[in-house]
């Protein structure tokens, strides 16, 4: 039984109010599948980088104790890397960069060792990767979140449709639910979304939490109000990375069990803005996943009795 | 022991994506003390009104047993008067008339039989008058909640941050919350407006929920997802009016209490916006509001293990 993560596994250079980076490591499947690691230990990435990607970066997945035996790395070709500029109030960003390089072309190869996957989280990549690592999976997996973002609403509409038909959570923003769905109101949104395939809907709200939907109920989860978010690159996937692992270590699939996961993955993306790229999420412990995660139950709890 | 509202008792016509009323009785103060009479029966109002002003819609507080002794009726003069046109994502409106009338040179009248306030609500007035009205009580209530709106922050900043000192809970947007402050991060917001007199800080974000912050605590209520969002009019007076009523039934002032406030206040808010005006929040019955409740609980509801 494992958890397969697939998306962009990249460089990133990065620039927000606080100050700027140089290249550093970043792509969904790296803040995914690490975030994931925190909950679950048989967590296997698959990806594509060129051979400019450092051992060390690739050590820190094993560190985690991420199989990547699924991450092709291509001799003579460069790696997917994006750079992109905050504006002041962190919501939005300028894209300064975008070079595919081995993503124009990428080809997800499953290793026979990743065909006990029960856990399929899909990354923003392009819909029909995406659908093609569900096809190239023996068995169908008990669970299979899907990322993905406006872009490809925009490009590859169609895709993006046949894809959602064979999933069972959609996690996007909200004004992607409204641009999906072409409802204003994200209740109705929701409701259309979910008759396109997925089960479950969980909307990214960024600073105000998120939603989820499902079985004829609605969840509402706090985001931590921050003093401040350093960066918020990766925060979306750290979130689905964090729910994903959440649960495959519940190992059944209930509402009840995506609201924990919900507030577990959003402690994780809490962590994640906090520091530039990965440096923050590489390093947690245990009792700083947990004491998060209880700064969650005390920010939303009240008691009304029934 | 009582409840005094002070604020506007007032005409709006609203025009919304789904449809306009002709002048529908509004104001800050109706809102709100219909709102908190729900929660608590010793409801007193401080306004002014034209001899314009319809008797029965003066009997429908009665209906309530708000007390009106403190409603001035002008003779000869005119009810403010105020029309806006929301527009398709009901979060911004355009104003398109605005008649004082008698708020013009508004000189707030506190009956004796007010003198036993021990809860306070400053409605959206100008400053000076929510000053005032705190002038005239022989005794400090107990509680005092101020709601305010940028323009007073535009046009009369001094007159709002001197009485701002006078009060224990300000409930602001969260862009209001960023104006005062001049600070981008709720968190630094809060922490900020904390130090100008307030002892708790509410920031309203609409269909995002609320924030708590007081006691170096912070509390994130969730808003009640809805279909629809029929007419905005009067949510932030029905939810201010709906945490001070339950905050005069608990009749003790601490966190915890509030947390149950904000509850119970976007309960009460969440009917508002379901019909245009006062239609929806004049007519619940105690079932209904405490059904509502209900789901706000398990809409935000999770378990998790310390």
Redesign the interface.
Known sequence: MSLVVIGTVAFDAIETPFGKTDKIVGGAATYASLSASYFYDKVKIVAVVGDDFPQNEIDEFKNHHIDTEGLQIKAGEKSFFWSGKYH??MNSRDTLVTDLNVLADFDPIIPESYQDCQYLMLGNLTPQVQQTVIKRLHNRPKLIVMDTMNFWMDIALNDLLETLKMVDVLTINDAEARQLSGE?????AANKILTMGPKYLVIK?G???A?LFGEN???????L?????FDPTGAGDTFAGGFIGYMAKAGEVSF?HM??AI?YGSALASFCVEKFGTEKIKNLSPSEVSER??Q?????????K?
Chains 1, 2 share one sequence.
């Open positions: 002041n109030d204003y109101s994200l209740v109705k709200k600073e105000h939490g939603l109920q609605i969840f509402s989860a706090p985001a109000p921050l003093e401040e978010v009840e609201k924990n507030i995660v209880q969650f139950v005390s920010l939303s709890s009240f008691q009304i029934a």
